[in-house]
């Protein structure tokens, strides 16, 4: 069946969903044991999937903070429109309902022929599968001028926590009537249209309390997501307040001067109050060290399994993999997370194999009582994932609408971090 409309679509995917979670998985005699990598989205998600379906498997998840704070939302937290807390979860209900062995140090190494993962700390975990979820890193080199340390004084707040504070406290202190820079970064990166979001959220909190102050996007990029609704989102909302130069325009971001917080493009220097640098980004460290990512700095995987091509025996999953046409996004990454559970099951015990079903669904906030939407499945075809459906929001979709998804929005942030967090 094919979905008509947005609502439609979501009843399907959640049947499919709560379809192949039914069965319990088969029990083997020894215990196998799946080590995660990374509790963020894509790993919380396939540690507690693993743990749920498949009793006979032991799960362990490593991971070095005590606490996840989601990127999504963010944005709302930046405007002062949701607090810092209600962005953070725990893993504790992983541990105590799951019973999954929640570990807080960072994994090293992983040994494929000794079948250990090496910890920060000196402690090996022996496996049978790993599944890696790391992140994002970023090419801090394609820049120059921004290194790590510049972060301190231009935040990219595009992993969500001490940045994210940062780049609110910047905000929060800054004069009325200064320039608000951003830096949007080339494709791929993680979750396209959040930069634009970002943007107009920023401009709420300026329409309201800095009503002299503005923002310029400096794009490395000529066109962006869902740039239609942004671009009559922005006339309609905060008109004169955001302008965006796509690269073309500028000639492309050359270097940041951190100490003057000035951004060079290649026809001009823009000098900001507060400046927001998104930098070009990759498969996350642990991913490029041990040799899970290939020259596009990303992961290549199975589409069905999420096994890596490059090195058999570890799956890798969320914002780290190359996964053709999913975006990088908290949706997908808990989407592939599901994916992969039901496949290293089927390897660890001969479970029952489940057709992979994979989507993306995303809310996108214009204004506080205004968001978009969209709802895209996905398919593996000929050794990749491409797009079977798709519902994506209007330009000239009623305010009703609008005030309808923004409230949808805030359901589907508890609904989801639930479904991950336990
Ligand atoms: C501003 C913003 C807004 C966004 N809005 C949305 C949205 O509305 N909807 C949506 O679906 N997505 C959104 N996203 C995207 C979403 O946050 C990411 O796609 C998602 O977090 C990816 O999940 P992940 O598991 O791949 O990575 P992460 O969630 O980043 O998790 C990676 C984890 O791995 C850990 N790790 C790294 N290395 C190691 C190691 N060596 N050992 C152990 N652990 C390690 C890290 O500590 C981290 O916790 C947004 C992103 C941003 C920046």
């Avoid at 743990?51 to 963010?74: D, G, Q, W």
């Avoid at 019973?99 to 402690?123: F, Y």
């Avoid at 109050?273 to 070009?280: K, Q, R, S």
């Avoid at 939407?373 to 609408?401: C, L, M, W």
Wanted: contains cysteine.
């Amino acid at each position: 069946m094919k979905p008509r409309t947005r609502r439609e679509f979501g009843c399907l995917t959640g049947a499919m969903a709560l379809a192949a979670l039914g069965p319990r998985l088969a029990a083997s005699e020894a215990k196998a044991r799946v080590v995660v990598v990374g509790g963020g989205i894509g790993g919380a998600t396939v540690a507690k999937y693993l743990a749920a379906t498949a009793p006979t498997i032991e799960v362990t998840l490593v991971e070095p903070k005590p606490h996840y704070t989601t990127c999504f939302f963010s944005n709302l937290y930046l405007a002062g429109l949701r607090s810092f807390e209600s962005l953070t979860h725990g893993y504790e209900t992983l541990a105590q309902r799951y019973g999954i062995n929640v570990i807080h140090d960072s994994v090293a190494a992983i040994d494929p022929v000794a079948k250990t993962v090496g910890l920060k700390s000196g402690q090996k975990l022996p496996y049978d599968r790993v599944a890696v979820a790391p992140g994002i890193a970023f090419k801090y080199d394609a820049l120059a001028g921004y290194d790590e340390a510049a972060t301190q004084v231009i935040p990219h707040a595009w992993n969500a926590g001490p940045q994210t504070k940062l780049l609110r406290q910047q905000l929060e202190s800054m004069e009325d009537g200064g320039v608000f820079v951003l830096v949007a970064p080339p494709n791929p990166f993680r979750c396209p249209p959040a930069p634009y979001e970002r943007a107009s959220l920023v401009a709420c909190y300026f329409k309201q309390y800095k009503p002299h102050s503005r923002i310029l996007i400096l794009d490395a990029k000529d066109s962006f997501n869902s740039q239609d609704l942004f671009l009559d989102a922005w006339e309609r909302h905060y008109r004169g307040m955001i302008e965006w130069l796509p690269a073309q325009f500028t000639g492309g971001i050359k270097a940041i001067d951190v100490r003057e917080r000035s951004v060079k493009t290649a026809s001009e220097t823009f000098k900001a109050a507060v400046a927001n640098v998104i930098p070009p980004q990759m498969a996350g460290q642990f991913a490029q060290q041990i040799g899970l990512a290939d020259q596009s700095g990303w992961c290549p995987i199975d589409p069905v399994t999420f096994e890596s091509k490059l090195q058999p025996g570890i799956h890798v999953l969320g914002d780290a993999a190359s996964a053709g046409d999913m975006p990088k996004s908290a949706f997908v990454a808990n989407s592939q997370a599901k994916a992969c559970a039901f496949a290293i099951a089927e390897s660890l015990t001969g479970s029952a194999r489940f057709a992979s079903h994979l989507f993306n669904s995303c809310y996108t906030f214009l204004a506080p009582d205004d968001a978009v939407s969209n709802a895209i499945s996905f398919e593996p075809v000929a050794g990749t994932i491409k797009i079977a459906h798709s519902f994506v929001s209007q330009v000239q979709e009623s305010a009703e609408t609008r005030r309808r998804a923004a409230r949808e929005a805030q359901g589907w942030y508890d609904t989801f971090t639930h479904d991950t967090f336990g």
